[in-house]
C-alpha cells in the first residue's frame, strides 16, 4: 500500500522559504518519479515539480522556474521541496504523489502572507 506523508508547510512572509519533505513506504521508492502539487482554495491541483526516478532530471511548472527545487534522498525514501522567494500566489495545500499511482497524501498547508 502506498503511502505519502507531507511536512514542513506553515506560515511564512512574502520574500521567506520553506522545506517541503514527503516520505513514502509501500513501493520501490528509487523506481518512480515522484511529484509535487498544490491545490489553492478555489483553483485546480496543479503540478509544480517533477523529479525522475534515477537521472534527477527535474522539471518545473513556470511560475515556479529558479525559486523551487525539488530533490530526493533514495536512502530516506523521501522526496524534498525547497521552495525561496514565496509569494501570496504560492498559498496553497502542497501534496506528493508518485506520477504511477493514484495514491496521495494528507498534504501540508502553506500560506504566504504578511
Known amino acids: 500500500q502506498v503511502q505519502l506523508v507531507e511536512s514542513g508547510g506553515g506560515l511564512v512572509q512574502p520574500g521567506g522559504s520553506l522545506r517541503l519533505s514527503c516520505t513514502a513506504s509501500g513501493f520501490t521508492f528509487i523506481n518512480y518519479a515522484m511529484a509535487w502539487y498544490r491545490q489553492a482554495p478555489g483553483k485546480e491541483r496543479e503540478l509544480v515539480a517533477v523529479?525522475?526516478?534515477?537521472?534527477?532530471?527535474?522539471n518545473y511548472r513556470d511560475s515556479v522556474k529558479g525559486r523551487f527545487t525539488i530533490s530526493r534522498d533514495n536512502a530516506k525514501r523521501t522526496v524534498y521541496l525547497q521552495m525561496n522567494s514565496l509569494k501570496p500566489e504560492d498559498t496553497a495545500v502542497y501534496y506528493c504523489?508518485?506520477?504511477?499511482?493514484?495514491?496521495w497524501g494528507q498534504g501540508t498547508q502553506v500560506t504566504v502572507s504578511s
Open positions: 523529479i525522475s526516478s534515477t537521472s534527477g532530471n527535474t
Open positions: 504523489k508518485v506520477p504511477s499511482f493514484d495514491s
